[in-house]
């Protein structure tokens, strides 16, 4: 049961344009959420995060928004740059005021391609 | 480079064997998490750790175990290794047991051949 989901494996877009990644999620009792890019033979980074209370965060060319009615979020990138060619994977947590651990349930990634 | 060490890089074995893969977190951080990246899929959590003491578990199977030490380093233990279990193996670290970002290690490829 994929409880976060990313269903686009791959996007292209040109350099200087706005790459938007999507991710969707299942589980109602999720409420903090992460980003984090991957470069090839490298670990996860983070990137950005977003607290279910609220609908948008924003870091320099990066700002994600959370519609937690959808139970969506997304990540703008603008202006993409060719370095931000990764893959990108979306995260979800639920707080700790439930007394649960903070284990992350990741989805499966979707491959950013930035061209000239 | 996120201060989160594993060794080794690579390891190469045969089913039925068994292996043990080292993390390191950050200096400071007291949660370890471990996660399996098998071919096209996402992260899937496996087993939390704060302080030495053992906080959630994923879908991690009977075969595998882990701990963290007093120094805080941890280890996971993979037995009666399968065909199925080859898959990049990351370790993740954090300052608390509680969500914030995790910082990962640059992951340990197993293969079983």
């Known amino acids: 049961d994929q409880q976060v989901k990313q269903n686009s494996p791959s996007l292209r877009v040109q350099e200087g344009r706005i790459s938007i990644l999507n991710c969707d999620y299942t589980?109602?009792?999720?409420?903090?959420f992460l980003w984090y890019k991957k470069y090839p033979a490298e670990g996860p980074t983070f990137l950005i995060s977003?607290?279910?209370?609220?609908d948008k965060n924003e870091d320099g060319r990066f700002t994600v928004f959370l519609n937690k009615s959808a139970k969506h979020l997304s990540l703008h990138i603008v202006p993409s740059q060719p370095g931000d060619s990764a893959v990108y994977f979306c995260?979800?947590?639920?707080?700790?005021?439930?007394?649960?651990?903070?284990?992350?349930?990741f989805g499966t990634g979707t491959r950013l391609q930035v061209t000239l | 480079d996120s201060g989160v060490t594993q060794t080794p890089k690579h390891l190469i074995t045969a089913t039925g064997q068994r292996v043990t893969l080292r993390c390191s977190p950050r200096?400071?951080?007291?949660?370890v998490y471990w996660y399996q990246q098998s071919l096209d899929q996402g992260l899937q959590f496996l087993i939390q750790?704060?302080?030495?003491?053992?906080?959630a578990k994923g879908n991690i199977l009977e075969r595998f175990s882990a701990q963290q030490f007093p120094d805080l380093h941890s280890e996971l233990n993979l037995s009666s290794l399968e065909l199925g279990d080859s898959a990049l193996y990351f370790c993740?670290?954090?300052?608390?047991?509680?969500?914030?970002?995790?910082?990962f290690g640059p992951g340990t490829r197993l293969t079983v051949l």
């Open positions: 200096s400071g951080d007291l949660s």
């Open positions: 977003i607290s279910s209370i609220k």
């Open positions: 589980n109602s009792m999720f409420d903090y």
């Open positions: 993740a670290s954090s300052e608390t047991g509680f969500p914030d970002t995790q910082y």
């Open positions: 750790y704060y302080n030495g003491e053992e906080r």
């Open positions: 995260a979800a947590s639920v707080g700790p005021r439930t007394g649960t651990a903070s284990k992350l349930t």
